[in-house]
């Protein structure tokens, strides 16, 4: 029996089967897979039997614990990121949660409460948009040429208003991979502070943990700031652990929340955690090899993209994270039409549309992009470009 046809992909929900598919049937450049590192894992494994033969192991895992998260990880990961970026961090401004993408449930149904306004600049990941009850909005960003072929997205400013209780954003962005400059970040909390709005930053690829924004981006503070962190692409990916940090009174309204949901995040994998983190070796193998590796296959992507495209094309520029965003200006049609046309050829991309919300998917933009990752097996990787370039140069 042949497969059906392969449809147009629009909607993030048609997107998800696609991406873990791992049947041979496709190089597959569409999922987000974090990069494995064998140092980074036998670190893990070593951390996991110290945790295991510790004398107050059964005392640790007999009892419940703090909705917090555990005492010990907190006031490591408020030392860690207070003493890099020079903020006021104890352990009362961070909250560790299971997985990062808890942290954004929670957010959305605090906003949700309050009547407000979720607002995002987009593309930006779909994997915000979890709560029923929740308004979410998107702004298209600034577009500023840098270069030949290259690009760069900044969300836009003076463009909130009273109802919007939080401006969310990813830093190194999923899909674009953009950081946004310090300096323009700082200005966006600002702004949010004078509509009395949350401004949310997921740094699930930047800096400390794992490390994959290529320059060495600052972090803003303040009373309306939630930075939201995770051990996912630093090799625990299998293991759901993340953290916010934030001022007190924005963390005990997420810990309500997530008090109502898990009572309180798994106490083993913290364990573990914290002692990753009573020294630096963790942190410098993602800051080290684990970043060089990244940035390597961007490397790789980015001159297979150079040299095998012979139509129009932009990508955004290199800032970090996993994935390479990819615009076809002179596509007759959309990236979620180019979808089945390269799934047949034989390779998987993630297109555009559903990094948009609906009423913004006739951009240019939305129609004619696609992200790209980097971190899938190196001959699958070049094979799917060369692929893509194929299929790209043949339909536009």
Known sequence: MTAPPTAAVSEWQDLVPYLRADDGRWHNL????????????????????????????????????????????????????GNHFGLPLSRDNVLVTPGAQAAFHHLSAHVAG?????????????????????????????????????????????ALGPDVGAVVLSRPGNPTGSVVPDAHLEELARE?????????????????????????????WGD????????????LAGERLGFVLAAE????????????????????????????????????LCAGPLRASVRERHRLVRGLLEDLLTVEFA??????????????????????????VLADAGVLVAPSAPFYLPQLREDPH??????????????????????????????G
């Open 30 to 81: 569409a999922a987000g897979m974090p990069m494995q590192n064998p140092s980074l894992a036998e670190l893990a494994r070593h951390a996991y039997r110290t945790v295991v033969e510790r004398p107050d192991f059964p005392d640790r895992i007999g009892r419940y614990h703090d909705v917090m998260g555990d005492g010990e990880l907190r006031e490591r990961l408020a030392a860690l990121y």
């Open 114 to 158: 309050q009547g407000r306004r979720i607002v995002f600049a987009g593309p930006e990941y779909p994997g915000y948009r979890t709560h029923p009850a929740a308004r979410y909005d998107m702004l298209l960003p600034e577009i500023r040429d840098v270069g030949p072929h290259e690009f760069r997205y900044l969300p836009p400013r003076g």
């Open 192 to 220: 949010c502070a004078a509509v009395g709005a949350l401004l949310v930053v997921d740094n699930a690829y930047g800096p400390i943990l794992p490390g994959l924004a290529f320059g060495e981006p600052g972090l803003p």
């Open 224 to 235: 309306n700031v939630v930075l939201v962190q995770s051990f996912s692409k630093a090799s």
């Open 249 to 284: 009174p924005v963390l005990r309204t997420l810990a309500e929340y997530q008090a109502r949901a898990v009572v309180f995040p798994p106490q083993v994998i913290q364990l573990v955690a914290a002692e990753l983190l009573s020294d630096d070796r963790y942190t410098a």
């Open 315 to 340: 990508v955004h520029c290199l800032d970090g994270g996993q994935f390479q965003w990819v615009c076809l200006p002179g596509l007759p049609g959309s990236t979620a039409e180019l979808f089945p």
């Open 366 to 395: 939305a129609r004619r992009c696609l992200r790209i990752g980097v971190t899938a097996p190196r001959p699958a990787l070049e094979r799917g470009v060369e692929i893509f370039a194929e299929v790209a140069n043949a339909h």
